[in-house]
């Protein structure tokens, strides 16, 4: 994969890279010794001059990854040649670990990525949890990852709590700080980093409320947690629901977290047009 710009101006190729073509400097720097940045068709270096007229050519790269690339289970919600979006579903890891190298998103997207013979690298820019369900976006390449992850992207998830919420919508402010080593649970805390959620009730029934959820910030367990503080634990948390939660998790034989991404929205990074992906899963115990 690669990207063209005609030059209309004069200047150092640094700065066509940086600007009109809006790399990021760990990708320039890469690229740059692996004399994938072009000039006319010819390997320059960023301090190169550029003329009016000259095309300036970056070869996108593909690292090798240590992972197998496996057929499996996976649903495509969108594609086009700069993004990915599939379902996860819950029990799923995103990238392969030291313990548990198949089985993975990744492993199966690579899988995909092979057998529609596309060279792309595999850079998720939302992550969900192992238990955690719903919409995941890739970028194919490192250089759409920075557009995207500079440009942002709105997330709304769906949530069956524990307990009778009477406003029908509001917002969770409850600072979020890691718990002491070797724990990786976190906990609202208030030296923690300020973190914000917008709720919305969807449906109620009897003791459980299905909630519509969005992070304005992004720390690590925040729906989970501002749902605790809230005081109504997400249904089959295993880490934040409380003994009342549990025990309506176990009577529904629900094994893990009802938490779905359910939907992303963005500006596309070539096209700049809006883009709103919708995942096919959802969370729901009375159905």
């Known amino acids: 994969m690669h990207l063209t710009y005609l030059a209309k101006r004069a200047g150092r190729l640094s700065s066509f890279l940086r600007e009109e073509m809006a790399l990021s400097s ?45 057929d499996g289970p996976l649903t495509v919600l969108y594609e086009d040649c700069h993004i990915l979006a599939v379902d996860k579903p819950a029990g799923m890891l995103i990238h392969p670990s030291r313990s548990k190298n198949s089985g993975t998103l990744a492993n199966f997207v690579a899988g995909y990525y092979r057998k529609s013979g596309q060279n792309c690298a595999f850079h998720p820019l939302t992550r969900l949890d192992r238990d955690t369900f719903g919409v995941v ?9 920075h557009l995207l992850q500079a440009g942002g992207i709105q997330k709304t998830y769906h ?80 880490q934040y629901g409380n003994a009342a939660s549990a025990a309506i998790s176990a009577g529904l034989g629900i ?33």
């Open 26 to 70: 760990g990708l320039m720097n890469r690229l740059k010794w692996q004399e994938k940045i072009l000039v006319n068709g010819k390997p320059e270096h960023t301090d190169f001059a550029v003329k009016p007229g000259d095309t300036i050519t970056v070869l996108l790269d593909a690292p090798q990854v240590e992972y197998p690339a496996e």
């Open 137 to 145: 976006l890739l970028a194919k390449n490192a250089h759409i990852s």
């Open 159 to 238: 949530a069956i709590t524990h307990g009778w919420i009477s406003e029908n919508e509001g917002t969770i402010h409850a600072p979020i700080a890691r718990k002491a080593l070797p724990s990786l649970l976190r906990e609202v805390r208030d030296d923690g980093k300020p973190s914000v959620t917008e709720y919305r009730v969807l449906e109620r029934k009897q003791e459980l409320c299905k909630l519509e959820l969005r992070p304005i910030t992004g720390r690590t367990h925040q729906l989970r947690l501002h749902c605790v503080h809230l005081g109504h634990p997400i249904l089959g948390d295993p």
């Open 255 to 287: 094994s893990s977290q009802l938490l779905c991404a359910k939907k992303l929205a963005f500006l596309h990074p070539v096209t700049q047009q809006p883009v709103e992906i919708v995942s096919r899963l959802d969370v729901s115990v009375w159905d």
